[in-house]
């Protein structure tokens, strides 16, 4: 929580649990006993007080009239609401994992350099990554090993 500019108070954020049922319900226009029927088939999970009383916050009350939408408004089921909302979670989670390994994509980019690589056989024949033009150490053993290798037509 961030203290608000020039005022010495807080400012809360959408993540913020500041609504006792009675305003959430209010904020979005259905009884208080409707949020207390979502909390229980886990549509919408306010966080909680010491004492067991449900705080809700800004984002929550955008997903109890979002719930309310998808009800009336297009008929889907509880159930199938909340196989959406799932869904959405998993979209999201999705997402993020996404830009993370476009991160380690581009850095792993950026270590092996802009040229392509080049591998030959080593020592112990092993492969061995080489640079362009470049042969590997040569072997104390002789080798009289043949590897062809054909790329994709």
Do not use: N
């Amino acid at each position: 929580m961030e203290a608000a500019q020039g005022t010495g108070g807080f400012s809360p954020d959408d993540e913020t649990p500041v609504f006792v049922i009675s305003v959430a319900a209010q904020l979005a226009g259905m009884h208080a006993q409707t949020l207390r029927q979502y909390d229980r088939l886990g549509l919408v999970s306010p966080s909680r007080t010491r004492g067991g009383g449900r705080r809700y916050s800004a984002r929550d009350v955008t997903l109890l009239r979002e719930v309310q939408r998808l009800s009336q408004d297009e008929g889907v089921s509880l159930a199938g609401i909340q196989r959406i909302l799932d869904l959405e979670h998993q979209v999201k989670a999705l997402r993020s994992r996404v830009i993370e390994l476009r991160v380690q994509v581009d850095a792993l980019k950026s270590a092996l350099g802009s040229g392509s690589r080049v591998f030959a056989a080593g020592r112990a024949g092993e492969v061995v990554a080489v640079r362009a033009g470049q042969r590997p150490a040569p072997s104390v053993i002789p080798s009289s090993a043949l590897v062809v290798w054909r790329g994709r037509r």
